[in-house]
């Protein structure tokens, strides 16, 4: 089965280029705003922000790997990895990632990467160890629909925003807790609060725009890896059992790695008390009512 036979999902990439084009405008008026309430100047500011941008955009694969702890590791060293990764991509006609092993007992995989000739893959030992090979098999090939859609970038450069715009907004609070930031004029609010008020909007709204990609995203390569395999059965048992796994794990493991949430096939806080808005991915429940549709299309048994 090649690429093109299942093809890049058109909704997933309408719905990126209108939440781009969302968080540039946003992000334009952001700077704007506070460039003018700081009085420094535009275009350095711009030139320093598109230069953080471009740094994150072109290294987001090796930064997410090192913030994951994950290790790239050679065909000696994961053989078998290597060759299920090998046959999904041909299988997939995509050129083939990295590949990297994250050492810890959460079962979780991630891929990121600019594009598909820049791309990694990465699987946790405790997914290895859990998971039966077709499981697996499923897993991988979800990631590598992730790469082929190009939405690991959009996330990449999505969050990098998000980031700024949460560190502006600690800044603004910090500096009112300590009376710093001082006024515009005798009559205006103080700096430190048009600082806050600004970036703590601008979070919130990068915020629900990324939830709408991510939650979406996952969907997409649910469906991707039921048509690459051929099996969706076995992706809907591996989700099962990952969601089932992660309640088994201690906490401070979780811990370690769920600044990754965004990114992983399963996140470790699997529920959200403050409902579906704010989840990084879709509830499970109706993840595996999708693949079970598409796997009565395709005449596969439903888990």
Known sequence: MKRKAYGRDRALSLRMLLAGGLLGALYVVFAVVLFQVLNVGLVPMLVIVVGIAFFQYYTSDKLALAASGAKVVSREQAPELHDMI?????????????????????????????????????????????????????????????????????????????MLAAMLTRFGLYAGMWGGGGRRDSNGPPIWLIVFVVSMLTYFLSFILIRLISRYREYAADRGSALITGSPEYLMSALQKIASQMTLIPQRDLR??????????????????????????????????????IAREMGRPVV
């Open 86 to 162: 090998e046959r999904l991509c041909a299988m997939a006609d995509l050129p083939k990632p990295r590949v990297a092993v994250i050492d810890t007992a959460v079962p979780n995989a991630f891929a990121t990467g600019r594009n598909p000739q820049h791309a990694a893959v990465a699987v946790t030992t405790g997914l290895w160890d859990r998971l039966d090979r077709r499981e697996v098999e499923g897993v991988l090939a979800h990631e590598l629909s992730h790469i082929a859609n190009r939405d690991v970038a959009v996330m990449t450069v999505a969050s990098f925003f998000a």
């Open 256 to 293: 370690e790695v769920e600044s990754m949430n965004a990114f992983f096939i399963v996140p470790t806080n699997v529920k959200s008390a403050f409902g579906e808005l704010f989840l990084t991915h879709p509830p499970l429940e109706k993840r595996l009512a999708r693949l079970g549709e």
